[in-house]
């Protein structure tokens, strides 16, 4: 009985970890986005305005 919830456990623990890499991996790939738009001489603003998110969600970006 209590051997069920445990791999139920286990199992759901894999997945979590497994979808924080992948969470990771997309926060890394954003970031690099973000300073390729700034190396091209993009504003904060104009990407925070044209992208619809918060100049603090834009600085939240860049240093992931």
Do not use: N
């Not at 139920?8 to 390729?36: C, E, L, Y």
């Not at 904060?44 to 992931?64: D, F, Y």
Request: proline share 0%; glycine share 8%.
């Amino acid at each position: 009985m209590h051997q069920s919830t445990i791999e139920r456990i286990k199992k759901v623990r894999a997945q979590v970890i497994h979808h924080t890499r992948m969470a990771r991996q997309f926060a890394i790939g954003r970031r690099d986005s973000m300073q390729g738009l700034r190396g091209q001489g993009v504003s904060q603003a104009t990407s925070h305005r044209e992208l619809g998110v918060t100049s603090q969600s834009i600085q939240k970006m860049l240093v992931c």
